[in-house]
């Protein structure tokens, strides 16, 4: 009997991707390094990092079948296009080989999930009469964000002097996460 050990046993991997938060799906590449003669069954599952379920994407359990002589499969897996602006988000893709010949039986991938709805800030116009007191003036973002938004606040003379006119103010205005205003006296 001549036994022969095969010298040829591929390491399987979950890939890593960037998403835009509109895409739809995030596809993920499920792979081995080289071609195996019989099918590799690979486990999917997911797990929360900043992103998380599911606001920015949508839990995935699902089965990745590489077929016998071919090294990669595509996951898709559901994100979350909403109207709030957020930092760049990441959620782990896990995989566990379950049947086939690998020299690994985890890994795991990384999904990046990049914002496009970022607000830009502004401040208000008002006009106000002499004897109003004070004058109120917006700071806004045009879309609400999940981070707080602080702004900081100076005034500079014009035709209007401090402090004849106005008193020179220097004030930090903090918009809270999920707002999109706050008033500066
Ligand atoms: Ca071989
Ligand atoms: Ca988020
Ligand atoms: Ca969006
Ligand atoms: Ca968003």
Redesign the pocket.
């Known amino acids: 009997t001549v036994t022969i050990t095969d010298n040829d046993t591929p390491a399987m991997s979950v890939g890593d991707v960037t998403v835009a938060e509109d895409a739809g799906t995030a596809s993920v590449a499920v792979s081995i390094d080289n071609p195996s003669s019989v099918d590799t069954v690979v486990s999917i599952t997911t797990t929360d990092n900043?992103?998380?379920n599911p606001?920015?994407y949508t839990t995935t359990t699902v089965t990745a079948t590489i077929p016998a002589g071919q090294t990669t499969v595509d996951v898709s897996i559901p994100i979350t296009d909403d109207t709030?602006g957020?930092p760049t988000?990441d959620f782990t893709v896990n995989g566990t080989v379950t049947s086939g010949n690998t020299s690994n039986t985890t890994d795991s991938g990384t999904v990046t999930i990049t914002d496009n709805d970022t607000p830009a800030m502004s401040v208000g116009d008002v006009t106000v009469a002499e004897d109003a007191g004070t004058a109120s003036v917006a700071v806004s973002i045009d879309n609400p964000s999940?981070v707080d938004t602080v702004v900081s606040i100076t005034t500079t003379d014009n035709s209007a002097t401090n402090p004849d006119d106005y008193t020179t103010t220097t004030v930090t205005a903090t918009i809270p996460a999920g707002q999109t205003t706050v008033d500066v006296s």
């Open positions: 900043s992103a998380t606001d920015d709030t957020e988000e999940s």
